[in-house]
Structure formats: structure tokens, C-alpha cells
Antibody
Framework: EVQLVESGGGLVQPGQSLRLSCTGSGFTFGDYAMSWFRQAPGKGLEWVSFIKSNAYGGTADYAASVRGRFIVSRDDSGSIAYLQMNSLKTEDTAVYYC???????????????WGQGTLVTVSS | DIQMTQSPSTLSASVGDRVTITCRASQSISSWLAWYQQKPGKAPKLLIYKASSLESGVPSRFSGSGSGTEFTLTITSLQPDDFATYYCQQYNSNPWTFGQGAKVEIK
């Protein structure tokens, strides 16, 4: 059974950092691109970041709202994706979800499995 | 960025009804469109990808159609488990963007 489990959320003050983890199981983690989305309280869904599989260079991309502050990485040996969030702002408050996708030179099969989400609250 | 607009934002329906939700893209996205269902406190669930392909395990009462800039999600006979919020998402180009959501409520 495919599972994605996020961890690392919590309450932090503006300007602080937090690292989220996403542990995958039930599939060959290294074959998939991984992506992070977020959902602010009572709001819609927003894409945050994406990292391709190493077979496609392991390159990453970011939403403009987090570019330069967030860094996505992956450890295929441990089946974990990370989201390092720096210089956090109050507007980063949201539930953060990790997902997987099949990337073969293009996104052939989008986000079919999602984690349960982890809440990040940025507040003074 | 490609803007995605869903209509209606809220829909009241009864069990057994046929329900249609529309999603419009601000520019052509070919067929690179997905539909998700989300229930309160839960992660989104992929229903449809590539505009009309049914995700494995999703009931056949869900269907998608369209290409270019206009798309629809249809539920042929609404079931109690279908009351939820539905989002469309384009994955034609980064940043991948969502519609604002369409909430299907019990009439």
C-alpha cells in the first residue's frame, strides 16, 4: 500500500525556520517526482515546490511566493523528501501536503497519492 | 501564471442528482487537467487526470471532459459520499494552479 507521511510541522515565530519531512512507503520512491502543496486555513490549494527524480536530474522548482526561502531535497535511500522552510512569514501558515507524481520528461501522471498533511503555524 | 476559474462555487444537490462542475483556464492547457475531491480535514483525492482519464479505484459515476480552455466534471448519480469540495488543477505549465473549488452541499 502506497503511503506518504509528513512530519515536522509546528508553531514558529516569523523569521524562523522549519524542516518538513515526507516519508514514502509501498512504492519505489526513487522512481517518482515529489511535490509539496499547501492549504491555508479555509482556503484553496497552492502548489509550493517540486523535485524531479534523480533519473531526470533531481532538479527542483518553486512557487514565486517561496522561491529563495524554501528548499526541497530528497534522500532516495531513506525514501524521504524534505522541505526546508526559512524566513517564515505569517502568510506561510497552512497545512502542508506532500505528494508523488510520475515525471517522464513531462508530468505524465499527476499527484495520485497525498500525505495526511502537517500544520505549520507562523505567529508571534 | 494560468488562472483557473470554477463554477459554480457552491452547488446544492440531492442524492441521485446529476451534477456538473465547470473549469475554465485563462489559456489553452491542452488536456493537462486534473480533478480532485477534498473532504474537511482530509487530503485531496485524485479523481480524473488528463481531462478525462479515470484514476484507478474511482467510481465510474465520475467523468471528465474537455480540452483547451473549458472542462467539466460530471457526477452522474450523486451519492452521500460525494458531498465534498472539488478542485480542478492545470499541469500544463508551472506554476501548477488550481481553481478556487466547488463545494457540493446537500440540498
Amino acid at each position: 500500500e502506497v503511503q506518504l507521511v509528513e512530519s515536522g510541522g509546528g508553531l514558529v515565530q516569523p523569521g524562523q525556520s522549519l524542516r518538513l519531512s515526507c516519508t514514502g512507503s509501498g512504492f519505489t520512491f526513487g522512481d517518482y517526482a515529489m511535490s509539496w502543496f499547501r492549504q491555508a486555513p479555509g482556503k484553496g490549494l497552492e502548489w509550493v515546490s517540486f523535485i524531479k527524480s534523480n533519473a531526470y536530474g533531481g532538479t527542483a522548482d518553486y512557487a514565486a511566493s517561496v522561491r529563495g526561502r524554501f528548499i526541497v531535497s530528497r534522500d532516495d535511500s531513506g525514501s524521504i523528501a524534505y522541505l526546508q522552510m526559512n524566513s517564515l512569514k505569517t502568510e506561510d501558515t497552512a497545512v502542508y501536503y506532500c505528494t508523488r507524481a510520475l515525471w517522464l520528461d513531462l508530468l505524465v501522471h499527476p499527484f495520485d497519492y497525498w500525505g495526511q498533511g502537517t500544520l505549520v503555524t507562523v505567529s508571534s | 501564471d494560468i488562472q483557473m476559474t470554477q463554477s459554480p462555487s457552491t452547488l446544492s444537490a440531492s442524492v441521485g442528482d446529476r451534477v456538473t462542475i465547470t473549469c475554465r483556464a485563462s489559456q489553452s492547457i491542452s488536456s493537462w487537467l486534473a480533478w480532485y475531491q477534498q473532504k474537511p480535514g482530509k487530503a485531496p483525492k485524485l479523481l480524473i487526470y488528463k481531462a478525462s482519464s479515470l484514476e484507478s479505484g474511482v467510481p465510474s459515476r465520475f467523468s471528465g471532459s474537455g480540452s483547451g480552455t473549458e472542462f467539466t466534471l460530471t457526477i452522474t448519480s450523486l451519492q452521500p459520499d460525494d458531498f465534498a469540495t472539488y478542485y480542478c488543477q492545470q499541469y500544463n505549465s508551472n506554476p501548477w494552479t488550481f481553481g478556487q473549488g466547488a463545494k457540493v452541499e446537500i440540498k
